[in-house]
T-cell receptor, first 112, second 112 residues
Framework: GEDVEQSLFLSVREGDSSVINCTYT??????LYWYKQEPGAGLQLLTY?????DMKQDQRLTVLLNKKDKHLSLRIADTQTGDSAIYFC????????????FGAGTRLAVHP | EAQVTQNPRYLITVTGKKLTVTCSQN?????MSWYRQDPGLGLRQIYY???????DKGDVPEGYKVSRKEKRNFPLILESPSPNQTSLYFC???????????FGPGTRLTVT
């Protein structure tokens, strides 16, 4: 079945760029998403990319999609302490209505 | 304010004692879904509903029931909870299609 994989931890210094990586298996995925979960809160949609795009930029966030390698990345420029959270990669299952397949989440720790 | 609410936020119960976690959304969304979040596993879908009186199993439905009698409400029922259902539960809603899913704040359930 479909699978989404992410590394579990990432530690960066404040002001540096963070890059969170994700791989997925369903080549027919139509949309790929990045969600952010802050401590004690639900998930909040950060950004998404349609499968016919290679890149999407939104302020400090840059999403890169390599369809050949089924690899998705989220780059956060000028990372701040407020960016500390768990980041989930998710793919919309093809033909699965609204069903999302989530990765395990990457915990981003930002230190001074 | 557009939101998804869940109650209770925290619950400690004993094995076999029936419980219900409520979920309500005020955005007139057709689609609603329940997920559970476990460390290292990300979010896994339990049940979903495409509209009133239309529900279907997700990836991990065993031990759970749902109902959708009204568009705004989608309660999750555990008829006979067991310790392996100790988890963090999220309700989500969206319009049907590749639209943002809005998540509730989560319910942390402990079954002893």
């Amino acid at each position: 079945g479909e699978d989404v994989e992410q590394s579990l931890f990432l530690s960066v210094r404040e002001g540096d760029s963070s890059v969170i990586n994700c791989t997925y298996t369903d080549s027919s995925s139509t949309y790929l998403y990045w969600y952010k979960q802050e401590p004690g809160a639900g998930l909040q949609l950060l950004t998404y990319i349609f499968s016919n795009m290679d890149m999407k930029q939104d302020q400090r966030l840059t999403v890169l999609l390599n369809k050949k390698d089924k690899h998705l990345s989220l780059r956060i420029a000028d990372t701040q302490t407020g960016d500390s959270a768990i980041y989930f990669c998710a793919e919309k299952e093809a033909g699965g209505y609204n069903k999302l397949i989530f990765g395990a989440g990457t915990r981003l720790a930002v230190h001074p | 304010e557009a939101q998804v609410t869940q109650n209770p936020r925290y619950l400690i119960t004993v094995t076999g004692k029936k419980l219900t976690v409520t979920c309500s959304q005020n955005m007139n969304h057709e689609y609603m879904s329940w997920y559970r979040q476990d460390p290292g596993l990300g979010l896994r879908q339990i049940y979903y509903s495409m509209n009133v009186e239309v529900t279907d199993k997700g990836d991990v439905p065993e031990g759970y029931k749902v109902s959708r009698k009204e568009k705004r409400n989608f309660p999750l029922i555990l008829e006979s909870p067991s310790p392996n259902q100790t988890s963090l539960y999220f309700c989500a809603s969206s319009l049907v299609g590749p639209y943002e899913q809005y998540f509730g704040p989560g319910t942390r359930l402990t079954v002893t």
